[in-house]
C-alpha cells in the first residue's frame, strides 16, 4: 500500500518535471536571451557567456532607440485589451444571464452562432476586414482592433459565463428574497458574489486573447497609433542591418509575459474557485 | 404569531394548467400544519403561492386578516426554510444567520444582531461552527443552519419546504423531532411540506392531503388514518397502506376474492343499493386466528387463506396474499395506484401479523379479521360509504385541545429557564443552558416516541 502509494509519488512527480521542462524551457530560452549582447547572440550556450550579461536589450526598448516603437504599442496593447475584455465581459455577462436564467426561443441558436463564431478561421476575414476598414476609416484606430477582438472574446466569454451561471443555485435569489430583501439586494447580496469569480475568471481568458492577437494586430494597423505590442516586436531592427534585434525582441517578450504572470498570481484563487460549493446539499 | 387564510387559491400556468385549484384552509396562530400529496400535486407551488414566489392566478391569501396577494415576499415578514438549505455559501454561519437582521437595516444594532444571532445558534448547537463556511458543514448543520435563518427574525410563520428531504434518514429521524419540539416552544405558525408521510403524521396538528391540486381532506393526522373521505386519502396514508379489496354486498356479507366476510349490520347499510363496492382493509385489522384472545374474537370474522410469504421484522411480520381481481375492478385499482405514484397497485393483500404466529407462506392459513373498523369505498367515485364524520371531527377537535395544551407546556417550561428566543434580556450564558436542557428534552421525546 504504501510502497505503490510512494512509486505513484515519484511517477507523478517525474511526469510533472518533464511537463514543466516543456512548458518553460522557451521562456527560459527567452529570459537567458534576453540578457545576451548582440555579440554573444550567436555563441550557442543556453545562458550569456560569463561577464557579457547586459541589460542593454532592456535598456534599448525603454529608454533606448526602440522606445517610441515598444512603449507605445505597449500603451495599445493595453488600452485596447482592456477595452475589448470590459465589453466583452459586460455583453457575455448579459447575454450568459439570459441563457441561463430565462426560457425564450432561440436561446440555443445564440449559442451556436457564438460557437460558429469562434471556430471561423480568422485569416480568412484578415482581408476583407482590411478592405472595409480602409473605407470606413477604422484602418489603423483603436476602435479597429477593438471591434475584431470582441469577435475572438465575446463567444468564448458567452459559452464560459453561460456554464458558469448555470451552476448559481438560483433558489438562492428567492431565499434572500423571503429573508427580506428587494429583487436588486437579493441579486446583489446573494448572486453578485458568486458569480464573480466567474466573470473575473472570464475576464482574464478574454483579456489573454486579446493581448496575445497577432493576425489582426499586424494585418488591421501601420502605424504607431494603434500597433499592438505582438506585431511591434516585427518592426524591431538591430543598431545596424548586420545585426539580429533577436536580444531586444527577447526582451520586449519578457515585458508583455509579466502582465499575464502577474494577473494568474493574483487572480488564481479566482480562477480556480470552489466558492459555490456548499450553498446547496453537497 | 399570524393566522394564515386561504380562500379559494388557483395557480394557472401559461398552458391553463390549474397546478393548485380552489384551495381553502384556514390556519389557526400556532397549528402546524403539513401539505402532503404524491409528486406533482401541487403542494410546493402551494407553498410558495403563500410565501410569495409564485403568483396567485385566483383567491385570496390572508395573513392576520389582511390581504397579501400582490405584497413582495419581503413584505409578508414569513420566514421559509427550502429543500436545498439556499445558504450564501460566501458567507460564514454567522453571517448567513444574521443575513435577515442585516437587511432590515437600522432595526438593530450590531449588539443586537449579535445577540440574536448567538441565542439562535445556541438553540441550535450552532455555537462551535459560526465562524465557519457552510461548504465545511454536515448536511444536518446545514439544515440547522437555515433554521437559524428562520427563527432570528421573529417571523409570523415558518414554511418549511421538504426540508429533510436530503438527510440520511437517521438524522432525518432526529431532525424531525428537533423542528417539532421548536415548532411547540416558539409557538409560531408552521406550513411544512412533505411527501414523507412518516413526517407528515408525526409533526402536523393537521394533515391536508392534496392530489393534482385539489384538496383531498384536511384533518388531524388521527382522523386521516381511521375516517379518510375517500380512496385516495385512505391509500396515501399509512405505510403499508390501506388494501383495498373489490367485493359485492349481499346483506351483511361481502362476497370478496378472500371468500365471504360477514360485516357489521350498521356499516353494511351505508353501502346498500351499491353492487360493487372497494372494502378498505389496513394491514393491522388482520391477524393470526389462533393468536387471537377469545373476547376479541367476536369482533370479527375468520377466513382461511394461502400467504405467498412472510416478512419477519422483530416486532411483528407481514403477510402476502395474492388474489385475482375481476377484470372491471382492474383498471379503478390500476388507476388508484397511478394516482398514489405507484407503477401497479399489485393485486395483493398485506397483512400484519404478530411475530409468534407461525404462519407461513404457501400453506393455506386461518386469519382472523377486525371488521368494526373496515370501511366501504364507491367503487366509482372513490367516496368513502361508512365514515363517521363525527367521530372524525371529535379525534380532530382533541388535536387541537392537544396542541394548545402543548404549547403551553413548552412554553411554560422556556418560561422557567428563563430562556426563550422571542424573549429579551437574558445573557447567553441561561440560553447555552436553555439549549443544554431542550437536547435532553429532544432525546427523552425521542424515547417515548419509539416506545
Not at chain 1, 439570459?98 to 451556436?112: C, E, M, Q
Not at chain 1, 456554464?163 to 435569489?173: S, V
Not at chain 2, 455555537?127 to 457552510?134: I, N
Request: glycine content about 8%; charged content about 20%.
Amino acid at each position: 500500500m504504501t510502497n505503490s502509494g510512494t512509486k505513484k509519488k515519484v511517477l507523478w512527480a517525474i511526469v510533472t518535471v518533464l511537463v514543466l521542462v516543456y512548458a518553460l524551457f522557451p521562456v527560459m530560452s527567452i529570459l537567458a536571451t534576453s540578457f545576451k549582447a548582440p555579440s554573444d547572440l550567436t555563441s550557442g550556450t543556453f545562458l550569456p557567456s560569463s561577464g557579457t550579461a547586459t541589460t542593454s536589450n532592456y535598456e534599448q526598448i525603454l529608454v533606448g532607440d526602440a522606445q517610441g516603437l515598444f512603449l507605445s504599442a505597449l500603451r495599445n496593447s493595453i488600452g485596447i485589451s482592456l477595452i475589448a475584455t470590459f465589453i466583452a465581459v459586460v455583453l457575455a455577462t448579459l447575454c450568459a444571464y439570459a441563457i441561463a436564467r430565462l426560457d425564450f426561443p432561440g436561446k440555443g441558436l445564440v449559442l451556436t452562432t457564438a460557437l460558429a463564431v469562434s471556430i471561423f478561421p480568422v485569416i480568412s476575414i484578415v482581408t476583407p476586414l482590411f478592405n472595409l476598414w480602409r473605407t470606413i476609416g477604422l484602418y489603423d484606430t483603436w476602435l479597429g482592433l477593438i471591434i475584431p477582438y470582441l469577435s475572438l472574446t465575446l463567444p468564448i466569454s458567452i459559452w464560459t459565463l453561460a456554464a458558469f451561471f448555470r451552476q448559481i443555485p438560483w433558489e438562492l435569489e428567492q431565499a434572500a428574497q423571503v429573508d427580506g430583501a428587494t429583487t436588486w439586494q437579493a441579486f446583489r447580496k446573494a448572486i453578485v458574489p458568486l458569480a464573480a469569480p466567474g466573470v473575473f475568471t472570464t475576464a482574464i481568458i478574454a483579456f489573454f486573447i486579446a493581448w496575445n492577437d497577432f493576425v489582426y494586430g499586424i494585418s488591421l494597423t501601420s502605424t504607431e497609433t494603434a500597433r499592438p505590442v505582438p506585431a511591434a516586436l516585427a518592426f524591431f531592427t538591430g543598431a545596424s542591418q548586420f545585426e539580429a534585434p533577436t536580444g531586444a525582441i527577447s526582451a520586449a517578450a519578457i515585458i508583455v509575459t509579466i502582465p499575464v504572470v502577474l494577473l494568474v498570481l493574483l487572480f488564481q484563487r479566482q480562477i480556480v474557485s470552489g466558492l459555490t460549493s456548499g450553498a446547496v446539499k453537497g | 404569531m399570524a393566522s394564515i387564510t386561504l380562500n379559494n387559491l388557483v395557480k394557472k400556468y401559461g398552458d391553463g394548467f390549474p397546478a393548485v385549484n380552489d384551495i381553502s384552509i384556514d390556519i389557526a396562530d400556532g397549528e402546524f400544519i403539513i401539505l402532503v400529496g404524491p409528486s406533482g400535486c401541487g403542494k410546493s407551488t402551494l407553498l410558495r403561492m403563500i410565501v410569495g414566489l409564485e403568483d396567485i392566478t385566483d383567491g385570496d391569501l390572508l395573513i392576520d386578516g389582511e390581504r397579501v396577494n400582490d405584497k413582495a415576499p419581503r413584505d409578508r415578514n414569513l420566514a421559509m426554510v427550502f429543500q436545498n438549505y439556499a445558504l450564501y455559501p460566501h458567507l460564514t454561519v454567522y453571517e448567513n444567520i444574521a443575513f435577515p437582521l442585516r437587511l432590515a437595516k437600522g432595526k438593530h444594532s450590531e449588539d443586537q444582531v449579535n445577540k440574536l444571532v448567538t441565542e439562535a445558534a445556541a438553540t441550535l448547537e450552532l455555537t462551535d461552527h459560526l465562524q465557519r463556511k457552510p461548504a465545511n458543514l454536515s448536511g444536518g448543520q446545514r439544515q440547522r443552519v437555515a433554521m437559524g435563518r428562520a427563527i432570528v427574525r421573529q417571523a409570523d410563520a415558518f414554511l418549511f419546504d421538504e426540508p429533510l428531504s436530503n438527510l440520511d434518514a437517521k438524522l432525518r429521524g432526529q431532525m424531525r423531532s428537533e423542528i417539532s419540539q421548536m415548532q411547540r416552544r416558539l409557538g409560531v405558525t408552521s406550513v411544512y411540506v412533505t411527501h414523507d408521510q412518516t413526517e407528515a403524521m408525526t409533526l402536523g396538528d393537521r394533515v391536508a392531503v392534496l392530489k393534482k391540486g385539489e384538496l383531498q381532506q384536511i384533518a388531524s393526522p388521527r382522523e386521516l388514518y381511521e375516517q379518510p373521505v375517500n380512496l385516495f386519502v385512505a391509500g396515501f396514508i399509512g405505510s403499508p397502506s390501506m388494501n383495498f379489496l373489490p367485493a359485492t354486498l349481499d346483506g351483511n356479507t361481502l362476497r370478496t376474492a378472500l371468500g365471504d366476510l360477514e360485516i357489521p349490520a350498521a356499516k353494511a347499510e351505508k353501502a346498500a343499493g351499491k353492487k360493487v363496492v372497494l372494502v378498505g382493509l389496513r394491514p393491522e385489522f388482520f391477524e393470526d386466528a389462533q393468536l387471537v384472545e377469545d373476547h376479541k374474537r367476536a369482533n370479527g370474522t375468520v377466513f382461511t387463506a394461502t400467504l405467498t410469504h412472510t416478512e419477519w421484522l422483530g416486532n411483528e411480520q407481514y403477510g402476502y396474499i395474492d388474489f385475482d381481481p375481476a377484470p372491471e375492478v382492474r383498471g379503478l385499482l390500476d388507476n388508484l395506484a397511478r394516482e398514489m405514484d405507484a407503477d401497479e397497485l399489485r393485486p395483493q393483500i398485506v397483512v400484519t401479523l404478530d411475530a409468534a404466529s407461525r404462519i407461513r407462506g404457501g400453506r393455506e392459513a386461518e386469519l382472523w379479521l377486525d371488521t368494526r373498523k373496515l370501511h366501504l369505498f364507491d367503487a366509482e367515485s372513490g367516496e368513502n360509504l361508512t365514515r363517521d364524520a363525527e367521530a372524525g371531527a371529535e379525534l380532530t377537535r382533541e388535536a387541537n385541545e392537544e396542541r394548545a395544551e402543548e404549547i403551553a407546556t413548552a412554553q411554560q417550561a422556556d418560561g422557567e429557564r428563563g430562556t426563550g428566543t422571542g424573549g429579551t434580556g437574558h445573557d447567553t450564558e441561561a440560553v447555552r443552558t436553555g439549549a443544554g436542557h431542550s437536547s435532553g428534552a429532544t432525546a427523552a421525546g425521542g424515547k417515548h416516541s419509539a416506545g
